[in-house]
């Protein structure tokens, strides 16, 4: 078996949103560096190709479709839908994953990032074994190595897949026509994201969930208040407290019996219910590195397993499992590993929801703040109190601090609303230096604004704290 004479300083396993830029952040400090890619011609994993900026792509277009039914009417919309065929739809989308994954290509070139084509497995701590498409294996050598291999959707066996009428998250997007009926089994983030996307289109659509909630980690008033959003202005129908027993797929389409009994049909059923890492085939046992029984890869603060040259992050480490996360990670693996100034890993960070209209929070939850006892104070502001909500047609959306009522630190952030992901960056920053509500309060938003939600919201609080309307300094 052939074996490079080349040792690179790195060597990562993956060419997703935390491998790349890991890559990209040793090349810069001078350190050879090549990419290990399983999917020949093909470099951004799940970020690029099937997940992130796909699907975002779709909706994209749906939302700014669905932005003209205030001002120019029903109709107009629902003949712009009725005449788009879902092969533009799908290009449009197409498109903007080559665009993105050139950029990729640009800063890998850009920095003499190498790119190996092939499926990797570790032999040891320093040596990783690569098997090409066409059969060929070969030893890479490194002194540093990342695994950042992502995940995919979950695929439970009893479920029977076929591309067709019943499908993952993966497989969503090849879809050839727009289906006129589509049963989501998940209410998660991938779910009832796609369920507006499918509804836009004039898909009859259902989301199944055996929780009663949807979006168990979000803040739970935000949940509801999404839920009802996609009931009231899209059409999506909720099937909640009953799990999947089994599904099948027929002639018309696909069929899902819940245990209680009931059944539901669709023309496709779409799987959308979790995602695992992938961990396994790549040697991990070889050389010891520990996992939790889920395959999701143990690390420590510098996302180093317990093999110290050979780094983890993204997807195949857990939660959050977000590519914006996933990308800082990759960067802090890199710095670490090279001997750097330790940075402190951020303890804020926003999570973004691309539902119509989008949802996004960074910080604890009500439900938290409850379960630990803490002394709070909620200051909403709903969009019919924002100017430019009216005068955009909003009428879903709210904005919500959670203050801590003896600092008046501002604990959480939970927004639903249009532009919701954008909008969430103004509370971050301020959350990220301690701030408190006083500091929204004593700013000037540009009038009218989306963003002066956030005044209104931190006045609503404050006024829950100093009710005779005379706001003091927060407590030093």
Not at 115 to 137: P, W
Not at 343 to 360: A, D, F, K, M, N
Not at 391 to 413: F, Y
């Amino acid at each position: 078996m052939a074996e490079s004479d080349k040792i690179y300083d790195l060597l990562v396993i993956g060419s997703g949103p935390a491998g790349y830029r890991a890559a990209v952040q040793a090349a810069k400090m001078k350190r050879s560096v090549a990419i290990i890619e399983a999917t020949p011609g093909r470099l951004g994993g799940a970020w690029i190709h099937t997940g992130t900026v796909p699907s975002k792509s779709m909706r994209e277009s749906m939302d700014a479709i669905n932005n003209i039914r205030f001002h120019a009417g029903s109709k107009w919309v629902e003949r712009i839908i009725r005449d788009l065929p879902a092969a533009k739809l799908m290009g449009r989308a197409h498109k903007v994953s080559q665009y993105e994954e050139s950029i990729v290509r640009r800063y890998c070139d850009r920095y003499a990032i190498e790119i190996i084509e092939g499926f990797a497995s570790i032999e040891d701590a320093n040596h990783v074994l690569v098997k090409s498409a066409n059969g060929d294996e070969f030893i890479v050598q490194a002194r540093c190595i990342l695994i950042a291999t992502g995940s995919r959707p979950r695929r439970p066996a009893d479920v029977p897949f076929d591309g067709w009428r019943i499908v993952d998250a993966d497989e969503v997007l090849k879809l050839e026509s727009v289906p006129k009926s589509v049963l989501i089994y998940g209410a998660g983030v991938i779910g009832c994201e796609y369920a507006c996307i499918f509804a836009a289109l004039g898909t009859e659509t259902t989301i199944i969930d055996g929780r009663n909630t949807i979006m168990q980690y979000a803040d739970h008033e935000i949940a509801a208040a999404l839920k009802k959003t996609l009931e009231d202005e899209s059409g999506v129908k909720f099937v909640l407290g009953s799990k999947m027993a089994h599904a099948k797929a027929n002639s018309t389409g696909a069929q899902l019996t819940l245990e209680n009994g009931d059944v539901l049909e669709g023309e496709v059923l779409f799987y959308a219910a979790g995602r695992v890492p992938n961990t396994e085939k790549l040697g991990l046992e070889k050389v010891g590195i520990a996992t939790t029984e889920r395959g999701e890869i143990i690390v420590n603060s510098h996302f180093q397993t317990n093999v110290p040259n050979i780094y983890a992050a993204g997807d195949n480490i857990g939660a959050p499992a977000l590519a914006a996360t996933s990308a800082v990670q990759g960067r802090y693996a890199a710095r670490h590993m090279f001997g750097k100034k330790a940075i402190e890993y951020p303890r804020v960070y926003p999570i973004g929801v691309y539902t119509i209209p989008e949802l996004s929070s960074v910080g604890r939850t009500e439900q938290d703040l409850k379960e630990h006892n803490v002394d709070y104070v909620v200051g909403r502001a709903h969009c019919y109190e924002v100017a430019r909500g009216y005068i955009r047609g909003d009428e879903h959306g709210l904005l919500k601090l959670l203050v801590c009522r003896k600092t008046h630190k501002i604990l959480g952030i939970h927004i639903l609303g249009p532009d919701a992901c954008n909008l969430v960056h103004v509370g971050l920053v301020i959350m990220q230096k301690g701030g408190h509500a006083q500091d929204l309060v004593n700013m000037v938003f540009n009038y009218p604004t989306l963003a002066e939600a956030y005044g209104i919201a931190a006045f609503n609080a404050l006024n829950k704290i100093f009710p005779d309307g005379e706001i003091c300094d927060p407590p030093l």
